[in-house]
């Protein structure tokens, strides 16, 4: 996937995301909010029914003389309760059930007052005495026994399923119809927004292509036409100056083969034995310019292993890894390069007295464009593809450093991975 694509897939999922939360706040607040008012409204129609129940109950008992054997009361809540057409539970002041025609046992209904959801049904729990005995009687102890210990009246409300479901499809039709809609306008519209940016960076890889492919033929020429200088037939004086064209071309050459490599990608490998003590050698004298320059001592113990590579990614590899000691190590300073097989495993260490790296810049070392040291050149791309080599061939890397010390890069080929043996 295109870093562009990514970017808008990013971008698009955190809006979404903060809009999800957002709505579901408000949806929420929404679905809650419905369900409090139903619940308020069937609160005050239930206790409007609970009054009658107690209206009847005092009429019956007209007033004063209050129905107060247990089986009345029992046979005038069953009236009531026929007559309303409802299921209630009845608990006279002690707490005893008088009456009950609900569903509920006597347990699943709460102590205190107000509108519950039990079993998918609403249930209203009301405590009340009958008029007579608070507003009428005269006598204060008998009015304050039934304030302490009220009636209480169970209403069932009925069930509210077809309500709840009917409230879930419309909340939650809306939310993902909503959330849906947000996504497909951000996407257009960051799209949109980032089309200029696309059309830029395609333009800048185009002309990196161009300018790398065009960099290939006077680089070729240059390169030709140092090897062929016969260095006698210059003057002693000018030869300094050959010897830093050829270093420099050296250096075009390298730069080259990673812009090649970034911009193309992998391009097609040949797999075949390599002698990897030779092309070492090699390398180390391909850099030899840049080791008299700075007065390095170079210490190879390079054992003789063949694997099966590419040479070329090969080359790169072992090329960016010089480079860069070359260039972090201050003047008079040492390298080693070591090739030796360590149990069944083929090992690469290139290791340096130079600058060291920070700890915390060591976990970001093989990103691409990343770089801790800006006094010597360089465009951060030399440990990426290093990386991706290895990843590519399953080679393992690793790094250690000491900061103001020194660096070990280390390549490791798995026994399991070798296709090829000493
Ligand atoms: P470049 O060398 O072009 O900056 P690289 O990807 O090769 O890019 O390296 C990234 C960074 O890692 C460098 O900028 C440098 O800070 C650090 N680095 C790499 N190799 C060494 C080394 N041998 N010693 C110290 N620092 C190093």
């Given amino acids: 996937m295109s870093e562009i694509k990514k970017t808008v897939l990013s971008i698009v999922l955190l809006y979404v995301l903060s809009t999800i939360v957002f709505l579901g706040i408000l949806f929420g607040n929404w679905y809650f909010g419905e369900i409090t008012a139903l619940k308020s409204q069937s609160f005050l129609v239930a206790q409007k029914l609970s009054k009658r129940v107690f209206r009847v109950l005092q009429k019956e008992g007209k007033y004063a003389r209050y129905v107060k054997t247990k089986e009345a009361q029992k046979a005038l809540l069953q009236s009531i309760a026929f007559d309303m057409g409802r299921q209630i539970m009845v608990f006279d002041e002690k707490g005893s059930v008088v009456f009950n025609n609900t569903r509920f046992s006597p347990f699943m209904i709460p102590n205190q007052e107000g509108i519950f959801i039990i079993g998918h049904h609403l249930v209203l729990n009301s405590y009340g005495s009958p008029d007579f005995l608070t507003r009428e009687s005269r006598s204060k102890s008998l009015n304050q026994k039934w304030k302490n210990g009220a009636f209480r009246i169970v209403i069932d409300g009925g069930n509210i399923d077809r309500f709840l479901w009917q409230l879930s499809l419309k909340v939650w039709g809306l939310f993902v119809v909503l959330i849906v809609s947000v996504g497909c306008v951000s996407f257009f519209l960051v799209r949109l927004s980032l089309r200029p940016l696309g059309q830029k960076i395609k333009e800048l890889n185009r002309f990196i292509k161009d300018t790398t492919h065009e960099i290939n033929t006077p680089l070729s020429i240059l390169q030709m ?8 037939k210059i003057p002693e004086g000018e030869r300094k100056k050959l010897h830093y064209i050829q270093a420099a071309s050296k250096t075009l050459e390298n730069i080259y083969h990673s812009l090649v490599y970034t911009s193309f990608g992998n391009l097609e490998r040949e797999i075949k034995t390599i002698d990897m003590q030779e092309l070492l050698m090699e390398r180390l004298d391909f850099f030899s310019f840049y080791f008299e320059q700075k007065h390095f001592e170079i210490i190879p113990h390079l054992s003789q292993i063949f694997l099966l590579a590419d040479s070329k990614a090969m080359t790169l590899v072992i090329d960016n890894l010089l480079s860069n000691a070359i260039k972090y190590t201050p003047k008079n300073g040492k ?6 097989q360590e149990e069944k495993d083929f090992v690469l260490r290139v290791r340096d007295n130079g600058i060291g790296i920070q700890e915390d810049h060591l976990k970001r070392i093989f990103d691409r464009y990343e770089r801790f040291d800006s006094s010597s050149g360089g465009f951060g791309l030399g440990l990426n593809i290093v ?9 393992e890397i690793d790094v250690q450093s000491e900061y103001g010390k020194g660096s070990e890069f280390v390549l490791r080929w798995k026994n399991e991975e070798l296709n090829s043996m000493i």
Avoid: M, T
């Fill in 225 to 232: 036409s140092v090897e062929r200088l016969n260095a006698s």
């Fill in 335 to 340: 390298i080693e390069v070591i090739l030796e």
């Fill in 387 to 395: 990386k991706k080599i290895c990843d590519e061939f399953h080679i």
